[in-house]
C-alpha cells in the first residue's frame, strides 16, 4: 500500500486524520507499512493475542514501534477471560467479576496495578479496561464476567480502583463501554444491540461507574456500539453526537480521550461500512478510531482517504481532527511524565482468586478422579483463550465434551467408583449444557459442578464451586479448594 501520509492532497490534513487511527497487523513484528506509519503521525496501534507469544517479544515489538514515531500502544488486558499478554495460557490474574464478588477495592486496585505493572514492562502505554458495564441481563453474550456485577454503586467504586491502579504506572485506564453495554442480551460484534433505557435510567444506572471514572481522572473512554433509543435514536453511541458530545462532553464534563470500539464490528460495517463508520464516530466525538483486527492496509488507507475526503467535502470539520490530536498530545505528555520501575509480579492475581471462589457443600477426598469440561463456545470479545482445571489435576482422567455430543450414560459408566467433577462455564446461557449435567448429576448426585463462568443455574450437586471466572488463577484456586 502507498504510505499511510501520502502525498496526495493535503499533506497536513492526511497527517491529522492519521493520527485518529489505532490499526492492528498480523504477526508477532510490526510490517514496514505500520513503521512508515508511525513515521508519518499514525496514532498508533491495537495488539491482539495474535502479536504475542511472550513478554520479552511483546516488549522488543513495542521498542521497534516506539522507534518510529510517538505510539498510543493499546491493548485489551482486562484480567479473566479477557487477556492479549497471556492469550495462550490465560491469565494469571482473576477477571472483574470475581472482584466484585469478594468487594474489597483495595485488592481491586492491587491487581490492576500488577496488571498495569505488567503492560508497562512490555511498552504498552494504554489498557482498553476496565469495563464498566452493569451486568443487569443475566443472558449477556458480551459482558457477562468481565463486569464487576450488576450493582451501580459497586461496579463505579471498582472501576475507579482500576483506574488507580493502572494509572499509577502511566498506563492509560479506556474505561468502557460508554454508555453502558450491561443491559444488552445481543453482541455487538454481530448486530447493533438495544438498551431500552430513558435517559433518567441512563442517569440513575448505567452512567454511574462512568461519572466515578470521569472523576477519578480516567485518561480515555472507550464507546459502546449499541443503541439507546431515547438518547441515540437508530445510532449506536460510537456515531452518536448526542452520546458522545451532548451526554459525555457537556453534560458529564469529560474531557479526556474518546475511543471507539473496534470499527470492524458488524455492528458498524454491516450499517454504514467501516469508512462511514470511522467518519461519523469522529464527527459524533471519537478521538481515536479503534479499527479492530479484521481491516487490512489497503482498507485503512481508504479509511484514511475517505476521513480526509469528508473534511473536504464539509461532512467532517477540520477542528474536529484539530481537537482530536490536542487531545491525544495531552494524553502523549502524560505517558511521557517520569513514574518509578513498575515491580516484578508479586502473585496478587492468585491471592484474589483465592478469595473469590465459592464453595457449597463438603469437599471429600478426591478418588481417581474423572473431569467432565463441557465445552463453551468461544465469545469474539474473549477469543479462543484456554479454560479449564487439567493443568492443576494432572492425575485425574479430563475430557472434554461437546455437551451435543456428549454421552451422558457412557459418562456414568467410566465414573463408576470415581470421584466424578463436572466443569462448567456459563450454564446458564446454554440449555445443551444444563440438560447434560442434570443427566450426570441423576446418576451421581454426588458429585462436584464447578461453574467457571457466572453462577447463576445452580444445579442440586452435593459440592458446588462458583469460581466467577474462567482464567488460569480461577482455575487453580478452585483445584486448590477441591484438593486441600
Not at 498480523?26 to 491482539?48: I, K, S
Not at 440438560?435 to 450426570?440: E, K, N, Q, R
Amino acid at each position: 500500500m502507498s504510505d499511510v501520509c501520502a502525498s496526495t492532497g493535503d499533506r497536513g490534513l492526511r497527517r491529522l486524520a492519521a493520527g485518529t487511527l489505532l490499526v492492528s497487523f498480523q504477526g508477532l513484528q510490526a510490517p514496514d507499512w505500520v513503521l512508515r506509519g508511525l513515521e508519518g503521525g499514525l496514532g498508533g496501534v491495537t495488539l491482539f493475542g495474535f502479536n504475542v507469544r511472550d513478554p520479552e517479544q511483546v516488549a522488543g515489538l513495542t521498542a521497534q514501534m516506539s522507534g518510529s514515531g510517538n505510539p498510543v500502544i493499546s491493548l485489551d488486558e482486562e484480567g479473566g477471560d479477557v487477556t492479549r499478554l497471556a492469550y495462550h495460557i490465560g491469565s494469571p490474574y482473576p477477571g472483574n467479576a470475581a472482584l466484585g464478588a469478594v468487594d474489597d477495592v483495595e485488592l481491586t486496585e492491587r491487581v490492576y496495578h500488577s496488571i498495569g505493572a505488567d503492560l508497562a514492562r512490555c511498552g504498552v502505554n494504554l489498557d482498553m479496561g476496565p469495563v464498566a458495564d452493569i451486568n443487569t441481563a443475566d443472558d449477556n453474550p458480551v459482558i457477562g464476567t468481565r463486569s464487576f456485577g450488576s450493582s451501580s454503586d459497586l461496579v463505579a467504586r471498582h472501576t475507579v480502583a482500576a483506574v488507580r491502579g493502572l494509572q499509577s504506572l502511566g498506563v492509560a485506564a479506556c474505561v468502557k463501554h460508554f454508555p453502558g453495554h450491561g443491559a444488552t442480551t445481543q453482541d455487538s460484534h454481530l448486530e447493533i444491540p438495544l438498551v431500552a433505557a430513558s435517559r433518567e435510567l441512563l442517569w440513575d444506572r448505567e452512567l454511574i461507574p462512568f461519572r466515578a471514572a470521569v472523576e477519578a481522572g480516567t485518561k480515555s473512554i472507550m464507546t459502546a456500539h449499541v443503541s439507546v433509543p431515547d438518547l441515540t435514536g437508530d445510532l449506536p453511541a460510537t456515531l452518536s453526537g448526542e452520546a458522545l458530545t451532548t451526554l459525555l462532553r457537556r453534560e458529564m464534563g469529560y474531557d479526556g480521550v474518546v475511543i471507539s470500539d473496534a470499527l470492524d464490528m458488524h455492528a458498524i460495517t454491516e450499517g454504514v461500512g467501516l469508512v462511514g463508520g470511522a467518519v461519523l464516530s469522529l464527527a459524533a466525538g471519537s478521538d481515536l478510531l479503534c479499527l479492530g483486527p479484521l481491516p487490512t492496509a489497503e482498507e485503512i488507507e481508504r479509511v484514511l482517504t475517505g476521513i480526509a475526503e469528508a473534511v473536504a467535502e464539509g461532512r467532517l470539520a477540520a477542528a474536529r481532527l484539530e481537537e482530536a490530536a490536542e487531545r491525544v498530545d495531552r494524553l502523549r505528555e502524560w505517558f511521557a511524565a517520569p513514574r518509578r520501575k513498575p515491580a516484578e509480579s508479586n502473585g496478587i492475581g492468585l491471592e484474589a482468586a483465592r478469595r473469590a471462589v465459592a464453595l457449597s457443600g463438603a469437599v471429600t477426598p478426591l478418588t481417581d478422579p474423572l473431569v467432565v469440561e463441557v465445552d463453551t463456545p468461544p465469545t469474539i470479545a474473549v477469543g479462543d483463550v484456554p479454560w479449564g482445571i487439567a493443568p492443576w489435576l494432572p492425575n485425574a482422567e479430563v475430557v472434554r465434551v461437546k455437551p451435543e455430543d456428549a454421552d451422558a450414560a457412557a459418562l456414568l459408566g467410566r465414573s463408576h467408583d470415581r470421584s466424578l467433577v463436572i466443569v462448567v462455564k456459563d450454564a446458564h446461557r446454554y440449555p445443551g449444557t444444563r440438560t447434560l449435567v442434570s443427566a450426570l448429576l441423576a446418576g451421581r448426585p454426588d458429585a462436584t459442578v464447578m461453574e467457571m463462568g457466572l453462577p447463576i443455574w445452580r444445579p442440586g450437586a452435593a459440592t458446588y464451586i462458583a469460581t466467577y471466572g474462567a482464567a488460569r488463577a480461577n482455575a487453580q484456586a478452585a483445584v486448590e479448594l477441591l484438593t486441600n
